[in-house]
T-cell receptor, first 117, second 112 residues
C-alpha cells in the first residue's frame, strides 16, 4: 500500500517550453500533496503544498506563475514548469499525505528528472 | 528554505557494523520521519515517530524521538551492503501545518 507514482520519470525539453509533471496516489486518497525540488547531493526543498480543490501554497522564493500546481482530485496533482530554462533543470519529487489514517506521514513518488536544454 | 542539522554528513562502515545518525533542531517537533533515498529514486519511508521518547523498530532499524522534542536518532544494526544510500530525517513542527522540514542527509557507504 501507499504507492505514489510520477509521470514522466524523465523529460528533456527545449528552453522556453512548458513541462507538466503528474503525481498520483495509486491506492489511497490525498487531500494534500507536496512538491519538492532536489539538486544533486542536496536535501529536499519544499516548493509548494498542493491542496485538493483549492489554491496551492507556495514556499518563500518559489514563483507561483512559474510553477503552476493543480490538484484536480484526491489522487492527482500536477506541476507545470512554465517557460522552462536551464536553471530549472532538477529532480522534482512529489509526496502525498494519506487521508484519514490518523497518523501523520508522507509517501513519496519516484521523482521526475527534468533537463532543460 | 529551513533545514534540520543531520550528522554525520557521510560515513563509511564495514559490513556488519552498527550505524548511528541523528538530527537536531532549535525548534520543537511533534512528528519525526526517517527516509532512505537511493540514487535517482524518491525517498522511502522507514520509520515514523509521534511521541517524545518513543522508540520504534523496523527490522534492523531503530529510531527514537528525543525527549526534548528537538532531536531524533536512527540506528542500523549489523549493516549490509544494501543499506547504502542517503538517509534523511524530516520533522513536522507544531505550527499546525502538514509541512515537513528535511535534514541535510547522511550518506552511508557500506564496505563488504
Amino acid at each position: 500500500g501507499a504507492v505514489v507514482s510520477q509521470h514522466p520519470s524523465r523529460v528533456i525539453c527545449k528552453s522556453g517550453t512548458s513541462v507538466k509533471i503528474e503525481c498520483r496516489s495509486l491506492d489511497f486518497q490525498a487531500t494534500t500533496m507536496f512538491w519538492y525540488r532536489q539538486f544533486p547531493k542536496q536535501s529536499l526543498m519544499l516548493m509548494a503544498t498542493s491542496n485538493e480543490g483549492s489554491k496551492a501554497t507556495y514556499e518563500q522564493g518559489v514563483e507561483k506563475d512559474k510553477f503552476l500546481i493543480n490538484h484536480a482530485s484526491l489522487t492527482l496533482s500536477t506541476l507545470t514548469v512554465t517557460s522552462a530554462h536551464p536553471e530549472d533543470s532538477s529532480f522534482y519529487i512529489c509526496s502525498a499525505r494519506p487521508l484519514g489514517t490518523g497518523k501523520e506521514t508522507q509517501y513519496f513518488g519516484p521523482g521526475t528528472r527534468l533537463l532543460v536544454l | 528554505g529551513q533545514q534540520l542539522n543531520q550528522s554525520p554528513q557521510s560515513m563509511f562502515i564495514q559490513e556488519g557494523e552498527d550505524v548511528s545518525m541523528n538530527c537536531t533542531s532549535s525548534s520543537i517537533f511533534n512528528t519525526w520521519l526517517w527516509y532512505k533515498q537511493d540514487p535517482g529514486e524518491g525517498p522511502v519511508l522507514l520509520i515514523a515517530l509521534y511521541k517524545a521518547g518513543e522508540l520504534t523498530s523496523n527490522g534492523r532499524l531503530t529510531a527514537q524521538f528525543g525527549i526534548t522534542r528537538k532531536d531524533s536518532f536512527l540506528n542500523i544494526s549489523a549493516s549490509i551492503p544494501s543499506d547504502v544510500g542517503i538517509y534523511f530525517c524530516a520533522g513536522r513542527t507544531t505550527s499546525g501545518t502538514y509541512k515537513y522540514i528535511f535534514g541535510t542527509g547522511t550518506r552511508l557507504k557500506v564496505l563488504a
